[in-house]
């Protein structure tokens, strides 16, 4: 055995650290039994088609609003870099640095 490392013989106090196949992950409805386990993005398993279809759309959502955020966070960082005349006459003139990928 070596230093450092300990093994647990069991007894009331272990606490189990639950299998990620044993519940649903939307619902936490128990999975098994001899009933169909439906996985989605690897090692994520639902109840039923309808369960896992509510993530799939979840997920969707979740990435299309990311990736509007993200475009319009770089539009407005990629503005162009012209003179522009305030208000009061006054032209600002943008100093900005630009990196481009």
Same mark, same amino acid.
């Not at 001899?34 to 993005?41: K, L, Q, S």
């Given at each position: *055995?070596?230093? &450092?490392?300990?093994?647990?013989?069991?007894?009331e106090?272990?606490r189990?650290?639950?299998? #990620?196949? =044993? %519940?649903?992950?939307?619902?936490?409805?128990?999975?098994?039994?001899?009933?169909?386990?439906? *996985?989605?993005? &690897?090692?994520?398993?639902?109840?039923?088609?309808?369960?896992?279809?509510?993530?799939?759309? #979840?997920? =969707? %959502?979740?990435?299309?609003?990311?990736?509007?955020?993200?475009?319009?966070?770089?539009?407005?960082?990629?503005?162009?870099?012209?003179?522009?005349?305030?208000?009061?006459?006054?032209k600002?003139?943008?100093?900005?640095?630009? %990196?481009?990928?």
């Amino acid at each position: *055995m070596r230093t &450092g490392m300990r093994y647990h013989a069991g007894g009331e106090d272990h606490r189990r650290e639950s299998h #990620f196949l =044993e %519940a649903c992950f939307l619902c936490r409805r128990p999975l098994g039994f001899n009933r169909d386990i439906f *996985m989605y993005r &690897g090692n994520t398993p639902f109840c039923s088609k309808e369960c896992r279809q509510e993530q799939i759309e #979840f997920d =969707e %959502a979740q990435e299309k609003s990311w990736r509007i955020s993200s475009s319009s966070a770089s539009a407005s960082s990629s503005a162009p870099l012209a003179d522009k005349t305030t208000a009061s006459g006054k032209k600002n003139v943008r100093t900005d640095t630009v %990196a481009v990928a």
